[in-house]
């Protein structure tokens, strides 16, 4: 049973939480639901991100990367630049102008039939259309 389901434009997908990051699985949880714009990266490859400007989590580092595989979504909780979650759609090396971030893996979305299409399909969108909208719930 999947924990999340997330809605990008028309393109639906559905993710578990990630049993090694539970202090920032609880701070996400406190974010949702969530609604707001997915932006392509500027620095870290094939990826999009929701920018949270300066909110503060409280988690620090936990069950951290800077090279998450399509589909592993992290938060950055912000302390050398903002706050975002990144939701990377293919080689990823997450950065910004500062140099090399690492993020909190807090959710990896299921492997469905066709999920790294829809994928692929949000970078494209994000990269040549411009911002898309995202939703991001609790399943249930």
């Avoid at 990826?47 to 580092?61: A, E, F």
């Avoid at 993020?103 to 469905?112: I, K, Q």
Wanted: hydrophobic share 35%.
């Amino acid at each position: 049973m999947p924990n999340l389901t997330i809605r990008v434009g028309d393109l639906n997908f559905t993710a578990r939480w990630e049993a090694d990051a539970p202090r920032t699985v609880e701070a996400v949880r406190r974010l949702l639901p969530m609604r707001s714009q997915l932006i392509h990266c500027r620095w870290s490859g094939e990826g999009t991100w929701i920018p949270l400007g300066d909110l503060q989590t409280g988690v620090g580092y936990e069950h951290h990367t800077s090279h998450p595989a399509p589909g592993q979504l992290l938060i950055y909780t912000g302390d050398l630049s903002e706050c975002e979650i990144l939701f990377p759609y293919g080689a990823c090396a997450f950065s910004s102008k500062l140099g090399q971030l690492a993020g909190n893996h807090f959710a990896t979305l299921e492997a469905d039939e066709g999920w790294r299409d829809r994928l692929r399909e949000v970078g494209r969108r994000a990269l040549w259309d411009g911002a898309q909208q995202i939703e991001i719930q609790e399943a249930g």
